[in-house]
């Protein structure tokens, strides 16, 4: 298990919803062809993957289709709770 090195300059780290010192770093290597995805926690990386740059793009399609659901789905929540205390009189 790795310790922790200094985040490369073009890179990330989020934190794990759920705490408990859970992070996900996200680093490019541009030299090498690469995007590091890296568990993370108590400042010691507990697995890696490595995605090769020219599939970036599907991840990030994914991801983007992942957030547009999530908000088409919140306004969807947001009308009918509108709709509901316009119907209740409330």
Request: charged share 30%; net charge positive.
């Amino acid at each position: 298990m790795a310790t922790a090195r200094p985040l490369p300059a073009t890179g990330s780290i989020h934190l794990d919803a759920r705490g408990g010192d859970r992070a996900l770093r996200v680093s490019w290597h541009h030299e090498a062809g690469l995007v590091v995805l890296s568990l993370w926690r108590d400042n010691v990386c507990t697995g890696s993957f490595r995605l090769a740059v020219d599939e970036v793009p599907d991840l990030i399609e994914m991801l983007r289709a992942g957030l547009d659901q999530a908000y088409d789905d919140a306004r969807a929540r947001r009308r009918v709770t509108r709709g509901d205390r316009h119907a209740t009189g409330a």
